[in-house]
């Protein structure tokens, strides 16, 4: 098998007691939806920075179709497209600018950054703010410009971290076309973001990442199945409910009346006895029970690594 990125045994250190990335070993096929799950502070912006040549690992290697990556590895700024979570260094250019000059790093002659740009900026809507400021534009703007300089080239790797952050629904549905696009053409992805169920839908396979490591990593229906012994429970009360019984209070809160927990399903018959008391079920406005999504095993991660952390 072809593989992308090669990540060996990195670490990323700062200062004497900082360790951002520990020990990280990953590899992400060529063509492969890839993604990093984890809270901030997790280490997933460091590990994509290294792996953009932005920064080096203290120690390890990372490689990139085979070969190993160098600081400002000129290679990489050819081969892939990065989207950061706030790319600053394109706020003082105007949008067109910004992305006919990633363009020319890309390789493109100038005529190609050209006619790729417009192409690109109409694509994500952005033809009539062209002229503009990148630094003037709304937030989500600002993430359709970023967008377009990570596709200018046709590059063969895509690294998005939150691509579809403060867009609005029209804006999101247009850029997980044109990614999907670029997956059907064989563009390896990388998907850095906090919003597990929109990125359930397109992940070939994730990596949970907590404190600095890898904690978990294969495909969604892989890493769901390790939780296959629990359910989830949803409800929702009335808002002239009484307060929330001790046992639903122990949930997480998802709203003002609304509570998520899991559940063994060993342990279902106590929760059904639970709601069959005939005042809470007066009270319940609404109630799911769902099997494990990718969300409720990167919930359960978290709140595991909280637990040894405390």
Not at 129 to 156: F, K, W, Y
Request: include cysteine.
């Amino acid at each position: 098998m072809r593989h992308a990125f090669e990540i060996r045994d990195v670490c990323k250190t700062y200062g004497k007691d900082v360790r951002a990335n520990d020990s990280v070993n990953l590899t992400i096929a060529a063509g492969e939806v890839f993604g990093i799950l984890g809270p901030n502070g997790a280490g997933k912006s460091t590990l994509v920075q290294q792996m953009v040549a932005l920064s080096a690992p203290t120690t390890g290697e990372i490689r990139l179709f085979g070969e190993r990556i160098r600081p400002h590895d000129r290679r990489v700024r050819q081969r892939v497209g990065y989207l950061a979570q706030r790319p600053l260094a394109l706020y003082d250019l105007k949008v067109r600018e910004a992305v006919v000059a990633t363009g020319r790093l890309r390789g493109l002659s100038a005529g190609q950054a050209e006619r790729g740009a417009l192409e690109l900026l109409h694509a994500v809507g952005l033809a009539d703010r062209q002229n503009r400021l990148v630094g003037s534009l709304s937030g989500g703007e600002h993430r359709l410009v970023g967008l377009a300089t990570a596709l200018i080239g046709q590059p063969d790797v895509l690294i998005l971290d939150e691509p579809t952050n403060e867009l609005d629904p029209v804006a999101r549905r247009t850029v997980w076309d044109m990614l999907l696009a670029r997956r059907a053409a064989g563009t390896t992805i990388v998907l850095v973001t906090h919003n597990v169920l929109e990125a359930e839908r397109v992940l070939g396979r994730v990596a949970i990442m907590m404190q600095g490591r890898i904690v978990a990593i294969g495909s969604p229906g892989e890493l769901k199945e390790s939780a296959m012994a629990q359910v989830r429970l949803e409800v929702s009360l009335r808002e002239d409910a009484p307060v929330a019984p001790e046992w639903l209070a122990q949930g997480r809160r998802i709203g003002e009346r609304r509570f998520s927990m899991s559940v063994r399903r060993s342990g279902l018959r106590e929760v059904f006895a639970h709601l069959g008391d005939p005042a809470l079920s007066a009270a319940i406005d609404d109630l799911r029970l769902t099997s494990p999504s990718l969300e409720d095993v990167y919930v359960a991660y978290q709140e595991k690594g909280e637990r040894t952390d405390g």
